[in-house]
């Protein structure tokens, strides 16, 4: 399936961050993977350069499954093995990240744990 005229843009714009927001089944995920591979074979960015950001878990497993699929095709074996050290994740597996990297700079304690919703609501 071909990519769209718009959805050809968002692939190939670079110098700039994109933020790619449509409902269920319009190819989201689909010009995600296209634009983090233009990326990457046309130079712009290191696989370990390039945050890649969705809401669910299931969502960015598929996302980095269709990455390391189109390494794969394209004989890109490097960037397949970089594949592991990339930021593509949920939103909220990234910001616990990033305040276990830096938790003193951010104020909070290295031992923190992210409540699930459960126990959230119980809270």
């Known amino acids: 399936m071909e990519l769209s005229k718009a959805q050809k ?3 190939e714009a670079f110098g700039k961050n994109i933020l790619v927001s449509a409902g ?6 689909r010009v995600l993977v296209e634009r983090f591979i233009n990326l990457v074979t046309n130079g712009q ?8 950001l969705t809401f669910t878990e299931k ?6 499954s269709r ?7 394209l004989g890109l074996e490097a960037a397949r093995r970089d594949l592991e050290l990339a930021y593509i994740s949920t939103i909220h597996a990234f910001a616990s ?21 459960e126990e959230a609501d119980l809270m």
């Open 9 to 11: 843009l968002i692939t």
């Open 59 to 64: 969502a960015a497993t598929e996302m980095k």
């Open 67 to 73: 990455i390391r699929d189109r390494f794969k095709e």
């Open 97 to 117: 990240r990033v305040l276990r990297e830096h938790p003193i700079e951010a104020c909070v304690d290295p031992d923190f744990k992210v409540l699930e919703a």
């Open 45 to 52: 960015a290191l696989v370990t350069e390039i945050l890649a």
């Open 24 to 29: 269920a089944g319009t190819g989201k995920t």
